[in-house]
């Protein structure tokens, strides 16, 4: 099964910065609106982040003005750059690509779409932030 490739997670202090990214097949990158999700123990999955065909953002309120989602159409990749971290958002953090919901060419879905909206999502990264 194809999988999406993640990486950029780690260990910062609170203030800290990362860049997440995201790697995906050419065909599924090519397929409209791209997801970020972090879980934290003993939470349900959120979406946090997500970025569509034609560079349109949308966040959830808790990273605005923190986190920026971007894509790098040559390398088929999406990244997140985290910044001003702090211990909450310590969690494992998820890509997802291959947007299901029909209706949308290109496009994300208003508000953030949910991960079960998506056909592919990675194994994860983790990010952890201490006070």
């Known amino acids: 099964q194809v999988q999406l490739q993640e990486s950029g997670g780690g260990s910062v202090q609170s203030g800290g910065s990362l860049r997440l990214s995201c790697v995906a097949p050419r065909y599924v990158y090519s397929r409209g609106c791209m997801g970020w999700f972090r879980q934290a123990p003993g939470k349900e999955r959120e979406g946090i982040a997500a970025?569509?065909?034609?560079?349109?953002?949308k966040y959830v309120d808790s990273v605005k003005g923190r986190f920026t989602v971007s894509q790098d159409n040559a390398k088929n990749t999406v990244y997140l750059q985290m910044n001003s971290l702090k211990p909450e958002d310590t969690a494992m953090y998820y890509c997802?690509?291959?947007?299901?919901?029909?209706?949308?060419?290109?496009?994300?879905?208003?508000?953030?779409?949910?991960?079960?909206?998506?056909?592919?999502g990675g194994q994860g990264t983790q990010v952890t932030v201490s006070s």
């Open positions: 997802a690509a291959d947007f299901r919901v029909p209706g949308y060419v290109g496009a994300c879905p208003p508000g953030l779409p949910s991960f079960a909206d998506f056909r592919l």
């Open positions: 970025i569509d065909s034609y560079g349109g953002t």
